[in-house]
């Protein structure tokens, strides 16, 4: 039995000197944008069966069409029938979204999102939000960001709604503590 506590310290020891994960530090945008309208734009796109971001990246590209733009990221869970987004189309969607998100002071944040169904998220250069798949109205994994600076970062999302019910949310909160709803006052597009 000794020998197996010698075994355990020694892997707890490779283990603790490992580095810690690479913590995602954003880019803001540069330059900073101004004269924003608030919200967010988006393209439209449609498909028979759109069951992955690739379909729905294809989508967008072959048959997209602007839509109203967003107001946010602030959409709950549609009953079944209920439009996708700003769509007006209750199933079969994807969504190609782009715009700004205004972080008011630098920090550690976390940030995920809350989806029906899949999404690619980015924000300032970096993915901070991936579900290629389809799911009822869930969370994303959580993503630990670094904001150097307080402005504008640029925001460039894919996102899917393919049966029955959608939703995109995101939220954000300091590093380790409690995520809240971003307010759709954060957004903005050129």
């Known amino acids: 039995m000794p020998r197996l506590s ?12 490992l580095p810690a994960a690479a913590q995602v530090v954003l880019t803001p945008a540069n330059p900073q944008p101004t004269g924003l309208t608030p919200g ?13 971001l690739n379909k729905a990246s294809w989508a967008t590209r072959k048959n997209g069409k602007p839509g109203q733009p967003l107001r946010g990221l602030s959409y709950a869970d549609t009953k079944p029938g209920e439009g ?3 769509s007006g189309i209750a199933e079969k969607v994807a969504a190609q979204i782009n715009g700004y998100i205004r972080f008011d002071a630098p920090g550690t944040y976390d940030v995920d999102f809350v989806t029906n169904d899949g999404i690619r ?8 939000g991936y579900f290629d798949g389809r799911q009822t109205c869930q969370p994303t994994f959580t993503e630990t960001v670094q904001v150097p600076q307080a402005g504008w970062y640029e925001v460039d999302i894919l996102w899917f709604q393919r049966l029955v019910t959608s939703c995109l949310n995101m939220r954000w909160g300091p590093a380790g503590g409690q995520v809240k709803w971003v307010p759709d006052a954060q957004f903005g597009y050129k």
């Open 40 to 52: 967010l734009k988006v393209v439209y796109g449609t498909a028979p069966d759109i069951k992955s």
């Open 121 to 128: 998220a980015t924000i300032g250069g970096q993915q901070v």
């Open 6 to 17: 010698y075994v355990l310290a020694a892997v707890i020891a490779t283990i603790l000197s």
């Open 84 to 86: 996708a987004l700003t």
